[in-house]
Structures are given as structure tokens and as C-alpha cells.
């Protein structure tokens, strides 16, 4: 069997005393070529990726894990791919999202707290959260292996929640606010900080939803000028029906 991505980088990274014959029977390849990029002063893994044919409308990301976790990039990576495959999640606004290497909508990143801060930046991360800006949605390392006070012993549901929230931001929306105590929380709320009265939840609400279904993401809006906006989905009347029952006045068309 030849070894895989994370395989290869614990040897890459631990230098010349690390010996092939413990690793490789004798007729294997040899390794293949992983293709870094320097980022905030850190140098980051850009996670290999299958060439895919999507149908359209699509947004395409790409993952970038910094050196010193990148022995865990084919762990983040499947996360992400999972998270963004959700049918639960963005994708059930009607997009689908492909991973590349080349040219991409928008990049996963997962770094160091500090490398985290310089990516972030003019935000003000203070080492502690992640963010969603300028095409990137950077993700705290600390947070991903240890999650949030808010979501205690789920990290799975926090590194979710944290995937979908970032994304969010590239996708056009800011945060939300609990819309009264016991609801389920926007997935833009800020949820690492807080819960603010509101029930955890990792993955976009019906609203939220209905918003990206409504009106395409900022950054997809030109290459699609020329075709009718995307149909609102299911998602709309889900929504509006919830409203209507809570006594709530209907849906805005943006967030």
C-alpha cells in the first residue's frame, strides 16, 4: 500500500533520520510533490485535490494547512470537505462546493493562534478566534483541536459550527444576533464568545438559508449578472412558516 499524504509529511517532517525502508516496501513511488505557500510569515501545506467537472452554479476552495499541523492536513481537510458537502449546511442554498489547488472562490485555512492574528488583521483575533475575510476563512488552530467553552465536550459540532461560520462571512453575511432567548442560534451568531440565550447550532438556519438561495454570494455576483437569480428554495417557506407561528414580521432579501 502506498502511504498517504500525512504518512509523507511526518517523515518530511522529521528531517534525514527518518528511514524509507520502515515505511515503503521496495517496488513503491516514490513521493509525490506537495506544493507550499508562505502566508502571514508561515508556510503552509496546499492540500492536494481530485480534478473535478462540477455542474454549476459552484464554489470552488481550496485548503491550506500551516507546516506545523501539516501532519494533520488530511484530517482538517476532511472536515472541511465534509462540512461544505453538508446537505444541511450552505450547500443547501443550492451550490455546490468543489475543492481545487489552482485559483479558488475562496481558501480554508487552518493556523496558529498567532499566524491566525497577522491573517486576520486589521480584525482583532487576540489569538483566540478565527475569522472570515479577504477570500480566506482562517481557522484558529486552538480553536479546531479544542473547540469552545459554548459547545463543551462537541468538538465535532463546534469545528462545524466554526467551518460554516467563517465561510459565512466570504459568502457575503455578518453577524447575527440571538433573536430571543431559547431559539436556535444563527450559525453567524457568535457563538465561540457566546450563546446569548440562544440554543447551539452549527449549521446555517432556514433564514440563512433562504438569504443565499435569494441573492448569490458578493463575490459570484458578476460571473453570474447574466442569469436569472437562483430560485428560492424550500428553505423560504420553511422559514417564513416558523415566523409566521412565532409572531415574527416576515424575512428581509439580505442579511
Request: charged share 20%; proline share 9%.
Amino acid at each position: 500500500m502506498v502511504p498517504g499524504l500525512a504518512t509523507w509529511l511526518s517523515m518530511l517532517l522529521a528531517g534525514a533520520g527518518a528511514s524509507l525502508d520502515a515505511v515503503l516496501p521496495a517496488e513503491a513511488a516514490p513521493a509525490p510533490m506537495h506544493r507550499w505557500e508562505r502566508l502571514g510569515g508561515a508556510d503552509f501545506l496546499v492540500v492536494p485535490a481530485p480534478a473535478v467537472t462540477p455542474d454549476t452554479p459552484v464554489v470552488t476552495y481550496r485548503v491550506l494547512v500551516e507546516r506545523r499541523y501539516a501532519a494533520s492536513a488530511d484530517d482538517f481537510a476532511g472536515v472541511v470537505d465534509e462540512v461544505l458537502a453538508d446537505a444541511g449546511g450552505w450547500a443547501a442554498a443550492g451550490y455546490a462546493f468543489v475543492p481545487v489547488e489552482g485559483d479558488a472562490d475562496v481558501t480554508i485555512v487552518l493556523a496558529a493562534p498567532k499566524t491566525t492574528d497577522r491573517l486576520c488583521a486589521p480584525l482583532r483575533t487576540g489569538g483566540a478566534f478565527s475569522c472570515g475575510r479577504g477570500g480566506r476563512a482562517v481557522i484558529n488552530a486552538n480553536r479546531f483541536l479544542h473547540g469552545a467553552a459554548t459547545y463543551r465536550k462537541q468538538l465535532p459540532a463546534y469545528r462545524t459550527y466554526v467551518i460554516n461560520h467563517e465561510v459565512g462571512h466570504l459568502l457575503g453575511f455578518e453577524h447575527r444576533r440571538c433573536p430571543y432567548r431559547g431559539a436556535q442560534a444563527p450559525v453567524m451568531l457568535q457563538q465561540t464568545k457566546s450563546l446569548s440565550g440562544c440554543r447551539r447550532n452549527a449549521t446555517p438556519r432556514a433564514d440563512e438559508l433562504a438569504v443565499l438561495a435569494a441573492r448569490p454570494p458578493r463575490y459570484l455576483r458578476e460571473r453570474v449578472a447574466e442569469v436569472s437569480t437562483p430560485p428560492v428554495t424550500a428553505a423560504v417557506a420553511d422559514a417564513a412558516t416558523v415566523r409566521s407561528r412565532e409572531g415574527r414580521p416576515p424575512l428581509r432579501s439580505a442579511p
